[in-house]
Structures are given as structure tokens and as C-alpha cells.
């Protein structure tokens, strides 16, 4: 076991220890805890490497995806991690999110990227902000990777936030550019951050969005040399009549796909699904930071906006091949299964990585997989 794998295990075996002490504490300790060893994990490559069976790998938009799940955005911000995660047998990496410009993200109280954890809820908080080094230095970054087959490259790009678009749109589209020149397999465009001003509207489909959807289709889509999908991430809080309209909208302009999706901030209605023990900590999170939830809260949520999402889909019965990826809660191979069951191939996760991570070290995709296997032999016989 590495040092890396020892502290993700020890930090969840006394993760519950958060609820006993104050929960302004709690924050600190953890979120400091964690901009430590984040950085340390991305770096953490096992000597030994796994490749899952062939036949649970997913061919999506001429890609091949080895496994059916990868991280979710923002867990390698800085671009470092692939080597990691293409050791461990993921389906996929992405690095990001990444705006034109540097940003610093939240600080508050002293506190750097505030975070936290509800142990008993299998869930968590971050209110970060979006910080991170800027398209230019990330893509100098991946373009130095050497590609795993079966683990695509994606990079989560964002439009600036809080800049006037005339100067946002062209910044995007160069972002855009560096990234295809870097090499990357796919882009996530995050249109879903309830934590920097400007993307928290769940009233999606307005006039900023769709003018952001309209370039990138003309100024970056149309103008693909090579296969190079771009899917676009929003909240899981989208509402379930705006869903159809954005999948519209979104294969109108020859996007490939989309996830769904970002974290929630249905604080009141998710509060009802917190164990008892974790509502302290979400109490205090939520009415000091706000910030974005993520975990199992998210798990029913995301797989209805995901099913919404594939029927509208099939409504359309797009021209070129378009994607719905599940991400928000799904934590187990039941959670992948679930997805599969709606037409959803592919998911991401965050949370439920850790969360596995903490019990099978860098094997999590190893273990997964045998599971996997088990569980399509089982419905065979
Ligand atoms: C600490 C943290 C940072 C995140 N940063 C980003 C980000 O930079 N870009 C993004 O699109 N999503 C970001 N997310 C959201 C995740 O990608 C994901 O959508 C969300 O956590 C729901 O998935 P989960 O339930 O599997 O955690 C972040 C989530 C967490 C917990």
C-alpha cells in the first residue's frame, strides 16, 4: 500500500470524527487536509498496471472508453493525474476545469477552497470557485502526455467567469484551440459551476448560454480537423422541462453530448436525505459557504434527469452520434448498471471514486471490474 492509499484509507476510517467537533472546525481541518494531499495523489502512479476485460469496455464516438466510468471535473484541476488513473484502469481522464485566466477561487476566513464531508451521507460540499492555472499552462501540460488506449484524454473548459463576453467568447475559443492542438481525445464545456457568479441559473436555456452554445458551434465545432467530441456539463438541478430543450438545442448546433451533471444546491429538498449525524456539518456548510453538494444525495437525481434526458434523445433521433453521461452519485456498479438500464453508457464520478479509493486503494478498478463481470455472468446464467 502507498503512503497516498494509507491516508485515503485512514481519512475515511476517521471521517466520522468531523460530526464531533465543531463544525467551523471541521471545514478547516478537512479542506486543509485536502489541498494537501490532492495535489500528492495526482502523482501517486502504482507500479503495478490493470486492464480491465475487453468486454466491459464502451466504443462512444469512435473512442474507446475501457471501463464505463472515469473522474469527474475538478479532481485534477492542474492537468496532472493521467498517468495515475490510465495505471488504475479508468475508462477515462479529465483535467479541469480550466478559464482563460488564472484564478485564485474562494478564500474565506482564511479558508482556501472550502470543502467538506458528510461521512454518514456518503456525500460532500465544495464552494472552491473555480481556481486553477488557466487554459494556456494546462494544455502545455497535456499536450506532454502519452495517451493510454482506452483511457481518452477530456479537458472541462469554462468561459471566464464574470467577464464581459466580447472579451469571454474569443478567450473560450482560444482555450478551445490550445486544446485540440494539445491533443486531448474530448472537452467537457462546464456550463454548470453553482460556485463562481454566472452559472448558478437552473432556468437554463437563457439568451448568455445559448450565445456561448452558438460560437463554440460555429467557431470551434464546425471547425474540427479531426474527430474531437465536445459535450457540455450542466447542474443536476436542471429542471426536468428545461431538459428536452437543451438536448435540442444542444444536437441542433452538433454538440456530442451531454453530462448531467454538476453539483446541486437543492439544500432544502436534499436536507430530508441527510443522516442525522451529517446535519450539523451541512447546516453550517450550507448557510455559511452555500457551495455546490455532491455524492449519494445526488445519486436518485442525476439517474432522472439522465432517463429525461436519453428520452428526449430518443424522441429526436439525432443525425450524428450524442451522448448522455451520468455523473452525481453514482458510487457503486449497481449505480453503472442503473445508468445502463436508461441508455446511459457512460458516467463519471467524484465522491463514490473516493470512497472506493479509500477501501481498495489504486485496485478500485480492478475490483469494480471483477464485479462487473461477476454481475453480467450471474444475468447470463
Ligand atoms: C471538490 C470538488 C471540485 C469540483 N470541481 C469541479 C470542476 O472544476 N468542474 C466541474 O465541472 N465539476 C467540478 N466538480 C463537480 C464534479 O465534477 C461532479 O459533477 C459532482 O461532484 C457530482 O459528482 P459526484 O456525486 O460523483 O461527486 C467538483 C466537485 C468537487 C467535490
Known sequence: MSFIEFIGRLEFVLRPVISFVPASLGVRAFTAGRNVYLPRFAHDVPSRSFEPPEELGVTAWGLRFRLPIWNAAGMFKSGAGYAMVAA???GAFVAGTTTSRQRKGNV????TWPSTQYPYSHSASNWMGLPNAGHAEVAAKLAKVRHVPGCPLGISVSAEPGLDEGLALPELMEGLRRYADAGVDYIELNESCPNVPGHDRHEALDSALL???DVVASEFLAKRTRPLPLVVKLSTDTSHEQIPLLVAALVDRGFDGMILGNTSTRYADLRRYVDRRDLAMYDHFTKTYGGGISGALLTRSSLESCTV????????????????IRCGGVMTMEDIEASRRTGVLLNQWYVGYFENFAQHGHDLYRVLSERMRLSSVLTLS
Open 88 to 90: 488504475e484502469g479508468a
Open 211 to 213: 450565445r456561448r452554445l
Open 108 to 111: 474565506v476566513k482564511g479558508i
Open 309 to 324: 434526458a436519453m428520452e428526449a434523445v430518443r424522441a429526436l433521433a439525432p443525425s450524428h452520434e450524442f451522448h448522455v
